[in-house]
């Protein structure tokens, strides 16, 4: 059969293996342990030498499911499951990187993630923030000891969108790991290795769960990095071809003894919201435009943070790299209008904190997600006090601007 569409291979990715008495998903594995006939196979497992499950902290056959779902969406090699979009992070850094390391990083990044670097540099590990819609900027901050690049698509909260071809290219000939955080757009709208992206990470928590009921996330290696050049590899994980060494530190260094295990039941969560990823999308980024052509032009709004918007700086840069513009996009009011007041009015959108769920959410930035960063430090990111972050879900269109119409008078 000729090559599938994206849902098509997603909706029929678990039949792709024999599953259990014919069922279209792969069905939950609540087993904590896992048994062996002859106790020479669990040595094999335990040392890698065939596949296999031995105890569920470091995967389940409902896990590695939704890890062959994220690797056919990412196009990558191999993909590794957590509890979080942060456990992602944290444990590919926590595997990867050792004390007396550096590496670059967005500014323009979610406010925990920042937190987690900020943390990461008091254990030893430095990190250099800078402005990363130039990959000059980036090239500027290398050093010897640079591992790692680490980039969001689309910023959150205020939509920046970082040169992540020319930080490929860079990565690729200085050979550095380039991670790429695809949450906001997801793989619906783009693929990092696209960009030559070594390592992807999504917090399936957001749009690829969609229904906000489920955490999780996920970094997958793309394939694409030499890890025989990379000095950080145990002589443990030196085993076979080089490009299972990456992953399997990850999985071993990281999800084994750092602990950040995705359960089964929520790895079925996920795996089924998984499939209407690219349905929702179409809906959420058609809905953001229009709302974000609506604040744009209202008298009460005096900036709108959206990659769709002909002002935004990198709107050109979006259009040729994603299929959609995503559903996250963020306003400044005018002076005198009272944040608490308009989201006090809105009806449909929630005040929550939470992003890629199907329901439409917004938030106020400055005392919430970005308040341990303190004002200075806004300002400098360019995170306004009345700076509002909305998450657009599903809802009709009409609906959603009516919305937002009444709550701003007009």
Known sequence: MSKRGFTTTILHSDRARPVEHGAFHKPVHNSAAFGFADARD???????????????????????????????????????VCGSGMAAISTTLFALLRGGDHFVSSAHLFGNTTSLFETFADLGIAVSFVDTTEAAHVEAALRPETRLVFVETIANPCTQVADLAGIGELCRQRGIIYMVDNTVTS???FRPRDVGASLVVNSLTKYIGGHGNAMGGAVTDTGLFDWSRYPNISELYRKGGPKTWGAAQIRKKGLRDAGPTLSPETSHHLAVGSETLALRMNRICANAQALAELLEAHPKVAKVHYPGLAAHPQH????????????????ELADGVDCFEVLGKLEIVISSTNLGDNRTLAILVAPTIYFELG????????IAESLVRVSVGIEDTEDLLADFRQALGG
């Not at 497992?45 to 056959?61: A, D, K, L, N």
């Not at 050109?316 to 306003?331: D, H, K, T, V, W």
């Not at 004002?375 to 360019?382: I, K, Q, S, V, Y």
């Open 42 to 80: 669990l040595v094999r497992v335990f040392q890698g030498e065939q596949p296999g499950f031995v105890y569920g902290r470091q995967g389940t056959p409902t896990s590695v499911a939704l890890e062959e779902k994220i690797t056919q969406m990412e196009q990558g090699f191999q993909t590794i």
């Open 187 to 189: 793989p619906c709208l």
């Open 316 to 331: 050109a840069r979006a259009q040729s790299l994603f299929s959609g513009n995503s559903g996250i996009l963020s306003f």
């Open 375 to 382: 004002p200075a430090r806004r300002a400098e990111l360019g």
